[in-house]
């Protein structure tokens, strides 16, 4: 049978077992057609990284928290925790493709991306940590999340490219991973285009990442530059998730494109503003997913910040098995979207 799940120091698990196992992770202790899979959401303090831009791509970190302007549902929102050019510890998994169309190029995409962990955790916050995960058709947690880049460099030397592509599953299940982590939290794919291979539809993933409150960062290796020997479609996917989640998508190629590229990730993560409101008047739907939007005053700035978050709801979800609480200081749960790709 082929393979494709979540691997974890060396086990590998088969379709069928890796949707057992995504149900694990949520606390099943059943049969998994028993059992409807929950999502835990927090509604208390909503936290947004955002990031700034002036009309030339430049950074802008010099920004004030009269400045910004949070709208949940359409309602405005008050600022009640700001922090420009924040120093919240970061949480990192970094997911490696490596599908047998990657086979020659990877020793070129590990040693760029060995010099962007260096240069990301040789400076900042001590707490920063990075999780190394690989993927072709199955997804494996290489290390766990810590400061120590001598251990993701000698799981580099690892990496074999083999198999088909089982990207939106990854995401998924990397983004379980963060959710518990405290401070900011950042999913980098280095991939050659779409997805072949997983059970978990794009919109799954992307819906994880949010629930997470994960940034996404795909770094599309493009080695053919003529749109038709491309996976276009696969790259507008990736694309619109890292718009959703407020990150930003890089298409280098080999050698000092993708170096630019990795370099480009740290000087945004140096330059994100955290900004967090506690909801208030916020008009509620039967949608667990509340819309946001991040402002600022003058019109020659554009910021990137996720789309919105999983909160309250007006009593039920579509999901007939959902159970959505609508009281802001208790954990709910949402069923996760489960239809297939």
């Known amino acids: 049978?082929?393979?494709?799940?979540?691997?974890?120091?060396?086990?590998?698990?088969?379709?069928?077992r890796s949707r057992l196992a995504v149900a694990a992770v949520f606390g099943a202790g059943a049969v998994l057609a028993q059992e409807t899979p929950v999502i835990r959401v927090q509604v208390n303090l909503v936290r947004v990284i955002a990031t700034v831009k002036d009309t030339a791509g430049k950074l802008v970190g010099a920004l004030q928290k009269d400045d910004f302007e949070v709208y949940d549902n359409g309602v405005k929102q008050e600022v009640a925790v700001f922090e420009r050019q924040t120093e919240q510890p970061l949480s990192i998994a970094l997911l490696i493709d490596i599908s047998g169309s990657t086979n020659k190029d990877l020793k070129y995409e590990t040693d760029s991306a060995t010099r962007f962990l260096r240069a990301l955790l040789g400076e900042g916050n001590p707490k920063d940590a990075v999780s190394l995960f690989s993927f072709n058709s199955d997804v494996t947690q290489l290390t766990g999340y810590s400061h120590n880049v001598a251990q993701v460099e000698r799981s580099f030397k690892m990496l074999r490219g083999e198999g088909g592509t089982a990207l939106y599953d990854a995401i998924y299940l990397v983004s379980e991973s963060l959710e518990d982590r405290q401070g900011r939290k950042v999913i980098v794919v280095v991939t050659d285009g779409g997805d072949t291979y997983s059970s978990k539809s794009d919109k799954a993933a992307l819906a994880a990442a949010q629930l997470a409150d994960a940034v996404i960062y795909p770094v599309v290796v493009v080695p053919i530059t003529n749109d038709a020997g491309r996976n276009t479609g696969g790259e507008h996917v990736l694309a619109f998730m890292a718009e959703r989640t407020g990150g930003r998508t890089f298409l280098p190629t080999l050698g000092a494109q993708l170096d630019k590229a990795f370099a480009d990730i740290i000087s945004e993560l140096r330059t994100q503003y955290l900004i967090g409101f506690y909801p208030h008047n916020t008009p509620l739907t039967r949608d667990p997913f509340h819309r946001l939007q991040v402002r600022v005053q003058s019109p020659e700035l554009q910021v990137s910040a996720r789309n919105g978050y999983y909160g309250e709801a007006e009593g039920r979800a579509a999901e007939p098995d959902a159970k959505i609480s609508v009281t802001p200081d208790k954990t709910t749960t949402v069923a996760p979207d489960r239809k297939k790709k």
Request: charged share 25%; glycine share 12%.
């Open 1 to 16: 049978m082929a393979k494709s799940g979540w691997k974890e120091t060396g086990i590998v698990t088969s379709r069928w």
